[in-house]
């Protein structure tokens, strides 16, 4: 185990972190509140919640945790078997709009230690209404992956395709993006993969906020809004595995749950 590759990707997850509060909360004129919490093992993380006049409901979260996988999740991670003990550094946002013009945004990356060593994470967004810029959207992920890893784009794409499915209504629960797991092939060159892609989710954020923040919308596109919603709390409560992770490793269930938008609707 590395402890200075460990210490330089939580050091990046957390001035990502502190990017992305500043921003959002020049934006929407409100400050995060933080919470710091503690794990039941060792490490913690910190839980930053906003709800304001442009984000309705709003996180991001980072945590760094150690530990021992039981059993059961010993056959489920890589190298876990061999030894159960890890170490697991990573940041997740969630942010769900007032404004049903702009797509909730949903963005993780993390790194893990068992006795393998790799990153995953990825970022998609929920829009529920026509959003015009969902083809610069994609053809700027295509073109970071594609700088990294030549040919990979349409792997990571349909992978946040499958995974991001709801198989009981048959639909996807957003727009789609990338995800991607288990990186290890070089370790600085997943990384300063790992920064990009935060950097262009940070980017993202910034200029849809800005540009949508204004626009008018009415109470039947609210409605939409809602009812799409709805979607997002059944994919994440039934199949996340964030979610899933977060439970069986005795992580903060209010910073595990953040992901929940505020207010839903089923017809």
Known sequence: MSDKQFNLAKDWFEDLRNQLINLVSEID????VQTNWSHRHEGGGTMSKIKGPVIEKGGVNISSVYGEFNSEMQNKIPGAKKDPKYKATGISVVLHPVSPKIPSMHFNTRFLITSEKWFGGGMDI???????KIDDYHNGLKKLCNEYYPNKYSEFKKWCDDYFYL???????GAGGIFFDYLKNNWENDFEFIKNVGKYFRDFVENTLIELK???????EKNIQLVKR?????FNLLHDRGTKFGLETGGNIDAILMSMPPIAKWD
Request: with cysteine; hydrophobic share 15%; proline share 10%.
């Open 29 to 32: 004129g409100k400050e995060f």
């Open 126 to 132: 929920t829009p529920c209404l026509d959003f015009n």
């Open 230 to 234: 709805s979607r997002y709390a059944e």
């Open 167 to 173: 198989p009981h209504r048959d639909e996807p629960r």
């Open 214 to 220: 204004n626009e008018k919308w009415n109470e039947r």
